[in-house]
């Protein structure tokens, strides 16, 4: 069974600094999806990022860029010039072809001015 | 394009009690999936429709909940005889295109049950 492991519950960053959030997971397919979710408090979950296996080039959206590593099954998050309205907690989660969508148990990210 | 909703937002129940959670997906998405959510976690999937037919249920629903989408658009979430273990906020999400990529969140539907 696939599992996705989130292995930092908390990081804080400085406003205007960059944050890596760490994301590593467990398959034996080759073609599946991997997505940062983003869940700021009492608000519903907004998709950060999307990266397909296939794909070797890192996904960039804006100031979030992520580190896919597929041999080493590591999809980190690096959010650059950290803003206040970063503050969330972060989920990252794998998707195979058949659907089933896995999370990890999340991080939350605080952002100090 | 209004985003997936979701209703009510909050449900407080008494043990025993039946409730109905509604979704309402993004209009142009064929599919909707539903997941259950406690504090701390991340989303567990619990079953998702393509169009009318439910094709995957998850072994975290049990014969107490039951999934509905009559007419391939809204669905609808029924938990039978409430537990205290089923307070949790329940998401509703909703996709399209070939491969379904991404996933749509709406806000949730926070339960408690006493």
């Known amino acids: 069974a696939q599992t996705v492991t989130q292995s930092q519950p908390e990081m804080s960053v400085q406003e205007a600094e960059t944050v890596t959030l760490s994301c590593t997971y467990d398959?034996?397919?080759?073609?599946?999806?991997l997505f940062w979710y983003k869940q700021p408090p009492s608000r519903q979950m907004i998709l950060v990022i999307r990266?397909?296996?296939?794909?070797?080039q890192n996904a960039t959206e804006n100031r979030f860029s992520v580190n896919f590593q597929k041999a080493a099954k590591s999809f980190s998050l690096k959010i650059s010039d950290s803003q206040l309205g970063d503050a969330a907690m972060y989920f990252c989660?794998?998707?195979?072809?058949?659907?089933?969508?896995?999370f990890g148990a999340g991080t939350r990210l605080t952002v100090k001015p | 394009d209004t985003g997936v909703s979701q209703n009510p937002r909050h449900k407080i129940t008494k043990r025993g009690q039946n409730v109905t959670f509604r979704c309402d997906p993004i209009?142009?998405?064929?599919?909707l999936y539903w997941y259950r959510q406690t504090l701390g976690q991340g989303p567990e999937f619990l079953t998702y429709?393509?169009?009318?037919?439910?094709?995957?249920k998850s072994r975290l629903l049990s014969d107490r909940f039951s999934a509905e989408r009559p007419k391939g658009s809204f669905s609808t979430l029924e938990i039978q005889r409430t537990e205290q273990g089923d307070s949790a906020m329940y998401l509703c999400?909703?996709?399209?295109?070939?491969?379904?990529?991404?996933?749509?969140f709406g806000p949730g539907t926070r339960l408690l049950v006493l």
């Open positions: 990266q397909e296996a296939y794909k070797q």
């Open positions: 429709f393509q169009n009318e037919a439910q094709l995957e």
């Open positions: 209009s142009e998405h064929n599919r």
């Open positions: 999400a909703s996709s399209w295109g070939r491969r379904q990529e991404t996933q749509y």
């Open positions: 989660a794998y998707r195979s072809n058949n659907n089933d969508m896995r």
């Open positions: 398959t034996s397919e080759s073609d599946y999806y």
